[in-house]
């Protein structure tokens, strides 16, 4: 904020004769030094830097925020934070509450939380506690009445002793006879309105969970997914209720070990069984619901629809209308059965191919045990007709050698049948001049791939 | 709340605060009461002692005592002056500077004793040899002793505090490079504590004080008293300030421009020499010639390098003593004691000297300051009498002689502040700016505005001023000084005179300047009395006496303006000076904000 300081000069009447000053010339221009990064008025300046403000949108964000913090202050310091919680007028039963009786007060009541109870924060139970305190306090009730009767302010005490303890306000909160744990009778709830009934008895039961937040009952429309998400979690429900509250109080005065065993015993007994009937209520309650649910009706109906549209024929069923939940599960099924379908499909294929494979594979194993035979008959055809050597001349050793090395790699290079194809043509041609034609003629069909490596067959 | 932490990291003292319950910042003090806590730290076969505990170490121990670090922080070891008389030398062969001390480990675990038994035992008793600690030696960096002590600190500042702090701000001199600064951070992160911010020392001061901080700095209580005007009640907005630190081992002066808390440094002196040390030399001389003019012993302190062992001693000894006659010195006005026992060859001392023959000794190291902060004001051309205000830190400017010396330095209007306790200052504005930073608004980032204050800013050259035509001469009233960080505002208020109908302003750009007036001295009034040592104040009279006062003369007009005045309120008048360099200026009466006369350049 700018601050604005008064100057030792007063303004006059302007001199006779006074005229703007004619020459003016602009400011010298600035030079770089450096600053201390430190102190209230450099972090302004960053921050109208940093955020881009001018001098005049700076003024106004600081006044707001400051008269932001002056609000916040003073509703601090007047403590009207929840205003007239525990400042309401006592019932006069309330004020009469026997302070030895506390395990059958309402805690909540005598703090004046009476409309909150399990829902009331500690913050609240400590205000209320203190203004409580402020008006029932026994030195005061002395001053003004001079009665010496501190029996509701021991009350009071009690209840904010036992509701500031976590464990303590538990005990007491489970067993809080002011919330019933009463259900209507379900079947004579109408099917639109059953929604709106269940909500508030789940919302009230959810109170106990240990797992915070509860799934809630969720509309009429919820969708499968809610709905089953809503049963999930009240089938695995986990409560922290528990029935300390009415154990029986164990007898400090007598001596006898066994006495005092003896209830502990019983009280323990009796909180297991309250327990188990505590979740078998729920268990029950939870068991009739989802029977008579017509969400689950719904759904179930639902479903069904699509699964008959689909046997109808998919488009058939119906015109184009939005997909329900329902139909668009049974489109998805529908889908994933048509994927199935065409997996066995391919599946199929594969192994039909698979067969034909191996009976060509065992072909050629065949084959290639008879190639040696083939080849050794060719051989035998060449040899017999003097290595295609003009009539009277004998074949060189060089001759023969490279005529049946030819031979070696056109039978490598010819597939297995083609070789016993040569052999049958050669053995018809007998020998000489045709052997020979039967042969280069193979060679040339292997094309490309002989290139170069036959001279003699060539 | 965030709590966070001032720490003043010096170089022979660290001193640390806290913001209080009220949202103040107060120093604090450690464990042992102390809010002067000294770096040192001192290995003692097992023990460790760090802090005031580790100073009385010097005179045994001395070759295991570790002192006076911190300025070797980010240096290599050949950067450094390696030849410390009395603590523990550095490593020759390391890059870092490190020192090597002796201690004791403890001893290893016995194995556990077979379970007694009436039987004769059939081990051998253990060797007693064997649960004696073990002579070794540690080697520790400058950083590591650093974080060592930062993190002692910390530890006090948890125990007043019942809560770690969460983020601190360390001061650092003014000199300090950036691998310095970066090594204090490391070494302060080591300890446990992010560092907010390396906070310069003059900085920490000007923020402790809340100069420029009209309002502020008058509710704490903060103002300096001087002799003669108005500085001791009211905070002026734009203002130069000397921050003068005079520490243990070291001074240093910087001259500050401050335009309504903005700080701007104009000029920066430091001079290594001159220090606590001159003071702890003088009085060792002093103590030590009545030493021997007592007893007869001879005793020549300080001691050189050559001298022998039991003078060496007798130097600590005398040191450690003359640490507290300096304190009296400075807190009471009576004589201050200083005994020591068998100072040297079993002869104790004990003796005391007052304020005035104090003052006598040390009129010398004053002369050297009031001279350097002479040559600094002058390296940020000007002269003493532009000076607003002189800001103390450092426990040495506690001394009353030197703060009187300083203050006839300057005119009498001029303030020599010490209302913060010299010694405890920059902690405070270390904690403050810790403050400041934690608690910045929504949107901002400590980085982002910490980022913008690297590096040099465009600052206003000359003074930017009003004139009203037909009132003053050359001078001109001085709205935004030289060397404002831009963009900059200012608002001022003037007063209409009733009955005037239009008032007629004009903005100028000036220059400072010092006037010098010669003012014969009153010619004395001769009585009787004065007859005899007529001659003696001869000389003195004739001088005529020199009146500097700083004024600002008006240099070039920028533009002019004028306003009609319709109920015979306030004008208002604002002038705002652009990052570019062009000025807009506003004016308007009081309640009429909607129909300003306004002109830019």
Redesign the interface.
Same mark, same amino acid.
């Given at each position: 904020m700018a601050s604005v300081v008064t100057l030792p000069i007063t303004f006059g009447a302007i001199p006779s004769g006074y005229s703007k000053p004619t020459s003016t010339s602009k400011p010298s221009p600035p030079i770089s030094l450096q600053v201390y990064p430190a102190g209230p008025s450099f972090i302004a300046s960053a921050r109208r830097q940093i955020l881009q403000r001018t001098f005049a949108e700076d003024d106004k964000a600081v006044e707001s925020s400051r008269a932001a913090a002056a609000a916040a202050a003073a509703n601090g310091a007047s403590g009207d934070l929840y205003p007239g919680l525990g400042e309401e007028q006592e019932a006069p039963e309330l004020l009469a509450s026997d302070p030895k009786e506390w395990k059958k007060q309402d805690h909540y009541a005598v703090l004046g939380l009476g409309n909150l109870r399990y829902k009331a924060n500690d913050e609240q139970i400590r205000i209320a506690h203190r203004r409580k305190v402020l008006r029932h306090h026994p030195d005061k009730k002395a001053a003004t009445s001079g009665a010496n009767d501190d029996a509701f302010f021991k009350c009071i005490q009690k209840a904010h002793e036992t509701l500031t303890n976590s464990d303590r306000r538990r005990q007491f909160d489970s067993v809080d006879w002011n919330i019933e744990d009463e259900v209507p009778d379900l079947k004579k709830i109408p099917a639109d309105q059953f929604c709106e009934v269940l909500g508030p008895i789940f919302a009230r039961e959810a109170r106990f969970s240990r797992i915070q937040p509860v799934p809630g009952f969720g509309g009429s429309d919820a969708s499968k997914k809610e709905v089953e998400g809503f049963y999930d979690f009240w089938y695995n429900f986990d409560s922290w209720r528990s029935f300390e509250w009415h154990d029986k109080e164990v007898n400090e005065g007598s001596d006898s070990r066994d006495d005092k065993r003896f209830t502990e015993k019983k009280n323990k007994s009796e909180r297991t069984r309250r327990k188990k009937e505590d979740n078998t209520r729920l268990r029950t309650l939870i068991d009739e619901v989802l029977a008579l649910d017509p969400r689950i009706k719904r759904i179930k109906a639902d479903e069904k629809a699509a699964r008959d549209a689909k046997k109808k024929g998919g488009v058939a069923g119906g015109p184009a209308k939005p997909l329900t939940p329902a139909e668009k599960k049974a489109a998805e099924e529908k889908r994933k059965a048509e994927e199935a379908a065409k997996a066995a499909e391919e599946k199929k294929n594969s192994e039909s191919s698979k067969a034909d494979r191996e009976a060509a594979k065992k072909a050629k194993e065949a084959a290639r045990k008879n190639l040696k035979k083939w080849k050794k008959s060719i051989a035998t055809v060449i040899t017999s007709s003097n290595y295609f050597q003009p009539a009277g001349a004998s074949a060189s050793p060089a001759i023969i050698e490279k005529q049946l090395g030819e031979l070696d790699v056109l039978c490598e290079l010819l597939e297995p049948e083609a070789v016993k194809d040569l052999k049958e043509q050669i053995e018809k041609a007998g020998s000489g001049e045709p052997a020979k034609a039967a042969l280069v003629a193979k060679v040339n069909e292997l094309g490309e791939k002989a290139e170069g490596k036959f001279t003699e067959f060539a | 709340m965030a709590q966070v932490l001032g720490i003043n990291f010096g170089q022979s003292y660290a001193s640390i605060a806290v913001i209080d319950k009220e949202g103040h910042p107060t120093c604090i003090a450690n464990e042992e009461g102390e809010r002067q806590i000294a770096c040192a730290i001192s290995y003692a076969g097992e023990q460790v002692y760090i802090g005031n505990g580790a100073k009385p170490h010097l005179v045994k121990n001395g070759k295991n005592t570790i002192m006076g670090f911190r300025n070797l922080l980010g240096h290599t070891y050949d950067e450094v002056d390696h030849t410390a008389i009395l603590t523990a030398p550095l490593v020759a062969d390391s890059e870092t500077p490190s020192y090597t001390v002796d201690i004791l480990l403890p001893p290893p675990r016995q194995p556990t004793p077979a379970p007694r038994s009436a039987a004769a035992s059939g081990t051998a008793t253990p060797n007693p040899a064997a649960s004696e600690p073990i002579p070794s030696t540690k080697t520790l960096t400058v950083p590591q002793v650093t974080s060592l002590f930062l993190s002692t600190l910390l530890a006090s500042a948890t125990d007043f505090l019942g809560a770690k702090p969460t983020a601190c701000v360390v001061s650092a001199p003014t000199w300090f490079t950036h691998a310095q600064t970066d090594a204090l951070r490391n070494a302060a992160k080591d300890a446990g504590i992010e560092v907010l &911010?390396v906070? /310069?020392e003059?900085?920490?001061v000007?923020?402790g004080y809340?100069v *420029?901080?009209? &309002?502020e700095r008058k509710e704490r209580g903060l103002l300096g008293k001087p002799e003669e005007g108005s500085a001791g009640e009211e905070e002026k907005?734009d203002k130069r300030v000397v921050v003068l630190d005079m520490g243990e081992t070291s001074l240093s002066i910087s001259v #500050?421009?401050v335009? %309504? $808390?903005?700080?701007?440094? !104009?000029a920066k002196g430091r001079e290594d020499k001159l220090g606590g040390r001159e003071f702890d030399n003088l009085l060792l001389k002093h103590f030590a010639k009545e030493f021997t003019k007592k007893t007869k012993v001879a005793l020549d302190l300080p001691c050189g390098p050559n001298a022998s062992e039991a003078d060496k001693r007798s130097e600590a000894k005398l040191r450690l003593a003359v640490d507290h006659t300096k304190r009296s010195l400075s807190a009471s006005t009576g004589a201050a004691t200083c005994a020591v026992e068998s100072l040297k060859d079993g002869m104790d001392l004990s003796t005391s000297i007052n304020r005035l023959r104090f003052d006598g000794l040390a009129a010398g190291v004053y002369r050297q300051v009031g001279q350097k902060l002479s040559e600094v004001v002058a390296s940020a051309k000007l002269d003493l009498s532009q000076i607003d205000e002189i800001l103390l830190a450092g426990s040495l400017t506690l001394f009353p002689g030197l703060q009187q010396h300083l203050a006839l330095l300057v005119p009498a209007t001029t303030p020599v502040t010490a209302t913060i306790d010299p010694s405890e200052v920059i902690a405070v504005?270390c904690a403050l &700016?810790a403050l400041?930073?934690s608690t910045?608004?929504d $949107?901002?980032q400590i980085e /982002? #505005? !910490?980022a913008? *204050?690297? *590096?040099? =800013?465009?600052? @206003?050259?000359?003074p +930017?001023g !009003?004139v =009203?035509? $037909? &009132?003053q001469g050359d001078e001109m +009233?001085t709205l935004i000084p030289a *060397?404002a960080?831009?963009?900059v505002?200012?608002?001022? =208020?003037?007063? =209409?005179?009733a $009955?005037?109908?239009? #008032?007629?302003?004009?903005i100028w750009?000036g220059k400072d300047e010092v006037k010098v007036e010669k003012v014969d001295p009153v010619p004395r009034e001769k009585t009787v009395d004065d007859e005899d040592d007529e001659d003696e104040d001869e000389d003195e009279d004739d001088e005529p006496e020199e009146i500097k006062t700083p004024v600002t003369l008006k240099v @070039?007009?920028?533009?002019?303006t %004028?306003l009609d +005045?319709h109920e015979g309120r /306030?004008? !208002?008048v604002?002038v705002?000076?652009q990052?570019s360099?062009g000025?807009q200026v506003r004016v308007w009466e009081d309640g009429h904000q909607g129909h300003p006369s306004t002109f830019e350049?």
């Amino acid at each position: 904020m700018a601050s604005v300081v008064t100057l030792p000069i007063t303004f006059g009447a302007i001199p006779s004769g006074y005229s703007k000053p004619t020459s003016t010339s602009k400011p010298s221009p600035p030079i770089s030094l450096q600053v201390y990064p430190a102190g209230p008025s450099f972090i302004a300046s960053a921050r109208r830097q940093i955020l881009q403000r001018t001098f005049a949108e700076d003024d106004k964000a600081v006044e707001s925020s400051r008269a932001a913090a002056a609000a916040a202050a003073a509703n601090g310091a007047s403590g009207d934070l929840y205003p007239g919680l525990g400042e309401e007028q006592e019932a006069p039963e309330l004020l009469a509450s026997d302070p030895k009786e506390w395990k059958k007060q309402d805690h909540y009541a005598v703090l004046g939380l009476g409309n909150l109870r399990y829902k009331a924060n500690d913050e609240q139970i400590r205000i209320a506690h203190r203004r409580k305190v402020l008006r029932h306090h026994p030195d005061k009730k002395a001053a003004t009445s001079g009665a010496n009767d501190d029996a509701f302010f021991k009350c009071i005490q009690k209840a904010h002793e036992t509701l500031t303890n976590s464990d303590r306000r538990r005990q007491f909160d489970s067993v809080d006879w002011n919330i019933e744990d009463e259900v209507p009778d379900l079947k004579k709830i109408p099917a639109d309105q059953f929604c709106e009934v269940l909500g508030p008895i789940f919302a009230r039961e959810a109170r106990f969970s240990r797992i915070q937040p509860v799934p809630g009952f969720g509309g009429s429309d919820a969708s499968k997914k809610e709905v089953e998400g809503f049963y999930d979690f009240w089938y695995n429900f986990d409560s922290w209720r528990s029935f300390e509250w009415h154990d029986k109080e164990v007898n400090e005065g007598s001596d006898s070990r066994d006495d005092k065993r003896f209830t502990e015993k019983k009280n323990k007994s009796e909180r297991t069984r309250r327990k188990k009937e505590d979740n078998t209520r729920l268990r029950t309650l939870i068991d009739e619901v989802l029977a008579l649910d017509p969400r689950i009706k719904r759904i179930k109906a639902d479903e069904k629809a699509a699964r008959d549209a689909k046997k109808k024929g998919g488009v058939a069923g119906g015109p184009a209308k939005p997909l329900t939940p329902a139909e668009k599960k049974a489109a998805e099924e529908k889908r994933k059965a048509e994927e199935a379908a065409k997996a066995a499909e391919e599946k199929k294929n594969s192994e039909s191919s698979k067969a034909d494979r191996e009976a060509a594979k065992k072909a050629k194993e065949a084959a290639r045990k008879n190639l040696k035979k083939w080849k050794k008959s060719i051989a035998t055809v060449i040899t017999s007709s003097n290595y295609f050597q003009p009539a009277g001349a004998s074949a060189s050793p060089a001759i023969i050698e490279k005529q049946l090395g030819e031979l070696d790699v056109l039978c490598e290079l010819l597939e297995p049948e083609a070789v016993k194809d040569l052999k049958e043509q050669i053995e018809k041609a007998g020998s000489g001049e045709p052997a020979k034609a039967a042969l280069v003629a193979k060679v040339n069909e292997l094309g490309e791939k002989a290139e170069g490596k036959f001279t003699e067959f060539a | 709340m965030a709590q966070v932490l001032g720490i003043n990291f010096g170089q022979s003292y660290a001193s640390i605060a806290v913001i209080d319950k009220e949202g103040h910042p107060t120093c604090i003090a450690n464990e042992e009461g102390e809010r002067q806590i000294a770096c040192a730290i001192s290995y003692a076969g097992e023990q460790v002692y760090i802090g005031n505990g580790a100073k009385p170490h010097l005179v045994k121990n001395g070759k295991n005592t570790i002192m006076g670090f911190r300025n070797l922080l980010g240096h290599t070891y050949d950067e450094v002056d390696h030849t410390a008389i009395l603590t523990a030398p550095l490593v020759a062969d390391s890059e870092t500077p490190s020192y090597t001390v002796d201690i004791l480990l403890p001893p290893p675990r016995q194995p556990t004793p077979a379970p007694r038994s009436a039987a004769a035992s059939g081990t051998a008793t253990p060797n007693p040899a064997a649960s004696e600690p073990i002579p070794s030696t540690k080697t520790l960096t400058v950083p590591q002793v650093t974080s060592l002590f930062l993190s002692t600190l910390l530890a006090s500042a948890t125990d007043f505090l019942g809560a770690k702090p969460t983020a601190c701000v360390v001061s650092a001199p003014t000199w300090f490079t950036h691998a310095q600064t970066d090594a204090l951070r490391n070494a302060a992160k080591d300890a446990g504590i992010e560092v907010l &911010q390396v906070l /310069d020392e003059a900085a920490a001061v000007l923020v402790g004080y809340r100069v *420029g901080l009209s &309002q502020e700095r008058k509710e704490r209580g903060l103002l300096g008293k001087p002799e003669e005007g108005s500085a001791g009640e009211e905070e002026k907005r734009d203002k130069r300030v000397v921050v003068l630190d005079m520490g243990e081992t070291s001074l240093s002066i910087s001259v #500050v421009a401050v335009a %309504e $808390g903005e700080y701007t440094v !104009l000029a920066k002196g430091r001079e290594d020499k001159l220090g606590g040390r001159e003071f702890d030399n003088l009085l060792l001389k002093h103590f030590a010639k009545e030493f021997t003019k007592k007893t007869k012993v001879a005793l020549d302190l300080p001691c050189g390098p050559n001298a022998s062992e039991a003078d060496k001693r007798s130097e600590a000894k005398l040191r450690l003593a003359v640490d507290h006659t300096k304190r009296s010195l400075s807190a009471s006005t009576g004589a201050a004691t200083c005994a020591v026992e068998s100072l040297k060859d079993g002869m104790d001392l004990s003796t005391s000297i007052n304020r005035l023959r104090f003052d006598g000794l040390a009129a010398g190291v004053y002369r050297q300051v009031g001279q350097k902060l002479s040559e600094v004001v002058a390296s940020a051309k000007l002269d003493l009498s532009q000076i607003d205000e002189i800001l103390l830190a450092g426990s040495l400017t506690l001394f009353p002689g030197l703060q009187q010396h300083l203050a006839l330095l300057v005119p009498a209007t001029t303030p020599v502040t010490a209302t913060i306790d010299p010694s405890e200052v920059i902690a405070v504005g270390c904690a403050l &700016q810790a403050l400041h930073l934690s608690t910045l608004e929504d $949107g901002l980032q400590i980085e /982002d #505005v !910490l980022a913008l *204050g690297k *590096g040099e =800013v465009e600052c @206003t050259s000359k003074p +930017i001023g !009003l004139v =009203v035509p $037909g &009132q003053q001469g050359d001078e001109m +009233i001085t709205l935004i000084p030289a *060397g404002a960080p831009l963009p900059v505002r200012r608002r001022v =208020v003037i007063p =209409v005179k009733a $009955g005037t109908e239009r #008032v007629a302003l004009e903005i100028w750009e000036g220059k400072d300047e010092v006037k010098v007036e010669k003012v014969d001295p009153v010619p004395r009034e001769k009585t009787v009395d004065d007859e005899d040592d007529e001659d003696e104040d001869e000389d003195e009279d004739d001088e005529p006496e020199e009146i500097k006062t700083p004024v600002t003369l008006k240099v @070039t007009c920028i533009g002019a303006t %004028e306003l009609d +005045i319709h109920e015979g309120r /306030d004008v !208002l008048v604002e002038v705002i000076v652009q990052k570019s360099g062009g000025v807009q200026v506003r004016v308007w009466e009081d309640g009429h904000q909607g129909h300003p006369s306004t002109f830019e350049v």
